[in-house]
């Protein structure tokens, strides 16, 4: 068993010297057209920006496409066809009807492969994301190449289950207080200023929908060992949500995972370093891992 763990601070020197900040506005996603296509008896819409390498990214609980982070899907797009959806019942995809199921969203994200003649692709997952990245990759193996979790967890309880409630239950003001760690906003007090926004705010019966399909996830504990993959495991040292020791006990069954971790990092690490976070993806996705 072989495990790096890479302290971002050490690979920063090597990687980000002199490099270029890029900041599109933060509705910069929304001028990329959102295509639909038939996936598993409903429509799945997506948006697709770049070239090379198919790059596969898979949006977390609540969530739509629109809110991933535009820094990082565009430094991505430089070296990878980034391929964003919307999951079943979210955004811009068809109305959902039944219930949700990581099984059921991991067959969504392959359909999506499927209707864009893609065969395989790298697959990057936030958050309940890493789920559905999971059951993918158990699903189809051969479908799956490199897999980025950020912000995993192997299973639904504990921690994570906690924190889902307490999101739940919070107003929109105290969510907004609860994204970064307070001494880092202390730094950065603009950054609201620039988080994207959903044009599409989820329902709140797919939301619900989506929180039972995580509690009713049977989890991959057991199944880690036999994930024959290259694994970037990342996230940040003050998250909340999915805190660090459930990604680096991750990492202890997964033969030659990579662990990043970001100092003052939390759950909405993206948004707090989008460049470096992209930086980090394509050295994995383009190193020999092995």
């Given amino acids: 068993m072989f495990r790096i763990v890479l302290s971002f601070l050490v690979i920063a020197q090597m990687l980000f010297a002199g490099c270029v900040h890029f900041r599109p506005e933060p509705g910069f996603l929304r001028s990329v057209p959102v295509k639909r296509v038939a996936v598993n008896g409903t429509k799945i819409a997506y948006r697709e920006l770049g070239s090379g390498q198919p790059l596969l990214l898979v949006m977390g609980y609540a969530g739509t496409m629109d809110v991933w982070d535009p820094v990082l899907v565009a430094r991505l797009a430089r070296h990878f066809r980034v391929i964003l959806f919307d999951n079943r019942g979210m955004g811009y995809s068809g109305p959902l009807s039944g219930e949700l199921s990581m099984g059921l969203m991991a067959g969504d994200a392959l359909g999506v492969l499927d209707a864009l003649g893609i065969q395989s692709a790298h697959v990057l997952g ?165």
């Fill in 126 to 290: 936030w958050s309940m994301g890493c789920m559905i990245v999971q059951e993918m990759a158990f699903r189809e193996p051969e479908r799956a190449e490199k897999l980025i979790l950020y912000g995993p967890t192997s299973a639904y309880d504990g921690e994570v289950r906690a924190a889902v409630d307490r999101m739940t239950a919070c107003s929109p003001e105290e969510f907004a207080a609860l994204l970064f760690p307070a001494q880092w906003l202390s730094g950065h007090p603009g950054i609201f200023s620039r988080l994207p926004t959903s044009e599409k705010p989820a329902e709140p019966a797919v939301v619900a929908a989506q929180k039972l399909a995580m509690e009713r996830w049977g989890g991959t504990r057991d199944r880690l060992s036999s994930l024959n993959k290259d694994v970037l495991l990342l996230g940040g040292d003050e998250d909340w949500v999915t805190p660090p020791w459930l990604w680096l006990d991750m990492a202890d069954e997964l033969p030659g995972a990579w662990v990043v971790r970001f100092r003052n990092g939390g759950h909405w690490l993206m948004y707090q370093e989008p460049e470096r976070l992209a930086e980090i993806v394509q050295v994995f996705l383009e190193g020999n891992c092995r």
